[in-house]
């Protein structure tokens, strides 16, 4: 499986992005795909998550203001994020595997190699 993130750039703080990951070697529709994100000098972090059932599951600190959404039918997966803020600067991580709704690293074996998101002041 590899997993392909792409959209992230240069936003004012207030402003809006969407993120996408496209997944191929196997179809996910089985598969719970979701974002991680890591800041500079920070731990890698759970952003959110949907599941092959449609469940969704948001960090605390993203709650209200980003949306994840998925397409089967073309094996991707969208992060949008509203309302940035210079505190999501990060790199995003697009995750996949069969757990249910996984929040720690370690529960996901698939990984794409990021995009990056800078939130400008």
């Known amino acids: 499986v590899q997993l392909v993130e792409s959209g992230g750039g240069l936003v004012q703080a207030g402003g809006s992005l969407r993120l996408s990951c496209a997944a191929s070697g196997r179809s996910l529709s089985a598969y719970s795909m979701g974002w991680f994100r890591q800041a500079p000098g920070q731990e890698r972090e759970f952003v959110a998550v949907?599941?092959?059932?449609?469940?969704?599951y948001y960090a605390d600190s993203v709650k209200g203001r980003f949306t994840i959404s998925r397409d089967n039918a073309k094996n991707t997966i969208h992060l949008q994020m509203n309302s940035l803020k210079p505190e999501d600067t990060a790199v995003y991580y697009c995750v996949a595997d069969t757990r249910r709704l996984g929040t720690r690293t370690g529960e996901y074996a698939y990984w794409g190699q990021g995009t990056l998101v800078t939130v400008s002041s």
């Open positions: 949907r599941s092959w059932a449609a469940e969704t």
